[in-house]
């Protein structure tokens, strides 16, 4: 990715919009990022520079917040059952074609974002006293194994892994530290797969480096809408814009 390509602030735009919204909610980042920008350039090279970027912010909130993580959690049931799925989708996304991939991608997100904002649609209609359907374990671990093959895939395990936690009874802080520690996991291991495969390069580290004044910009934005924005409401602008970035892809 050059960085005299007039195309490349505008991937700097999108990381801005993207990585503020995992900085306020805990994931998103590389989702959003991807996109936004997919339309600019391919997805293995916007991967190859926004993974990297995805670390720097992940590392910034487990530094700041790592006392509010569920470790048993992570230890036990998240990262087990990620990392078999995203060796899983790892090695698809090294044999796909880039085509049958961008398209995979855009029915992913446009089938997460409208999944999402239909759920809560739902959960703001129904009556604050009665309890969500419970979820088996089983499925929730499906669930979890199809983050890390999405993960392997596009770096954006995010939505599925955020359904599977559901019901884990985790206050707003806990779960963006929680959910950071697996991101700087799941970031290192993506990264030196990248790296063996040859698709961290010293043009793809330039452009990353570049971008991080732009992540440390999104860190500031994000910890202030953190503190003061209403969950539910910023959610449901995320996934009306991952709605309208998908269904711009489908093409």
Known sequence: MDLADPRFLLVAACVFVGFAAEATVGFGGTVITLALASALFPLDLLLATIVPVGLSLSLYIVARHH???????????????????????????????????????????????????????????????????????????????????????????GPLLVWSLGHASLSKSAFRSTLAIVWVALGLALNVAYATTGRLTRASLLASAALLPVVGLAIVTGERLHRRLDEARFKRAIFALLLVAGIANLR
């Open 67 to 157: 006392d509010h993580a569920d470790r048993g959690l992570i230890l036990r049931r998240i990262l087990p059952l990620m990392a078999a799925g995203m060796a899983v989708g790892f090695t698809l996304f090294e044999r796909a074609p880039r085509e049958l991939l961008h398209r995979l991608f855009a029915g992913f997100v446009t089938a997460v974002a409208t999944w999402e904002l239909a759920l809560l649609r739902f959960r703001a209609r129904a009556s604050s006293g009665d309890p969500a359907p419970r979820r088996g374990r089983a499925l929730e671990a499906v669930a979890m194994l199809g983050a890390g093959v999405t993960h392997g895939l596009f770096s954006s395990g």
